[in-house]
């Protein structure tokens, strides 16, 4: 059981950079997620995929976010010109299906600098 | 828009007694419940969940009730033991809808 992994564990960054961030879903799972958490809050949908659709996008998914997911497995959220608040955890999950359990990864800290 | 909350940050017991987390919604759309565990530095763990057509749900030594009048739900912990110390998140969605609501969680310490 490999479980959900994200990579890398923690970013640092300075205000304007681009950075990109990978997530590896458990291999079956069809539903892949991208949450982001900051500190004293619970984690905030921001994009959803069903295999390689990206079906959901969080109205706090601005422009300088992109995800993709381009063969239904693994995905990429990339984060344009990063800005000192998008400094946060950013959980990637999978799951089976609807009303399934999500599993998390671990996490990318990202830090803005 | 907290549509999910858990008005306690934090909650201290005693090793063997009840733990008592508690969740409170706004949408009365919601229809599946979940909760999470969180330890440092991992990602959230599914707990246990229920859907709006239950009232209670039980694994183990945890249980979830919902009260769907009052828009409330908590999770027991029966007996509580050390390794429970953790955040635990309490997660609502809507049918066909992809976006799970969670709420900003609850540190639990369960003191030996």
């Known amino acids: 059981d490999t479980g959900v992994s994200q990579d890398p564990r923690h970013k640092i960054t300075k205000r304007g950079q681009n950075v990109t961030f990978r997530c590896d879903p458990i291999s079956e799972h069809n539903r892949l997620y991208w949450y982001r958490q900051t500190l004293g809050q619970g984690p905030e949908f921001l994009t959803y995929f069903q295999n390689e659709a990206q079906l959901e996008k969080s109205r706090l998914l601005s422009d300088r976010f992109s995800a993709e997911r381009p063969k239904g497995s693994f995905s990429t959220l990339e984060i344009q010109r990063t800005e000192q608040g998008d400094s946060a955890m950013y959980l990637c999950?999978?799951?089976?299906?609807?009303?399934?359990?999500?599993?998390f990864g671990s996490g990318t800290q990202l830090s803005v600098l | 828009d907290q549509q999910v909350k858990q008005n306690s940050p934090s909650l201290s017991v005693q090793e063997g007694r009840i733990s008592i987390l508690n969740c409170d919604y706004t949408n009365s759309m919601f229809d599946y419940f979940l909760w999470y565990k969180k330890y440092p530095a991992e990602g959230p763990t599914f707990l246990i969940s229920i859907s709006s057509i239950k009232d209670k749900n039980e694994d183990g030594r945890f249980t979830v009730f919902l009260n769907k009048s009052a828009k409330h739900l908590s999770l027991h912990i029966v007996p509580s033991q050390p390794g429970d110390s953790a955040v635990y998140f309490c997660?609502?969605?809507?049918?066909?809808?992809?976006?799970?609501?969670f709420g900003a969680g609850t540190r639990l310490t369960v003191k030996p």
């Open positions: 999950a999978s799951s089976l299906g609807q009303y399934e359990k999500l599993f």
């Open positions: 997660a609502a969605s809507v049918s066909n809808n992809n976006d799970m609501r």
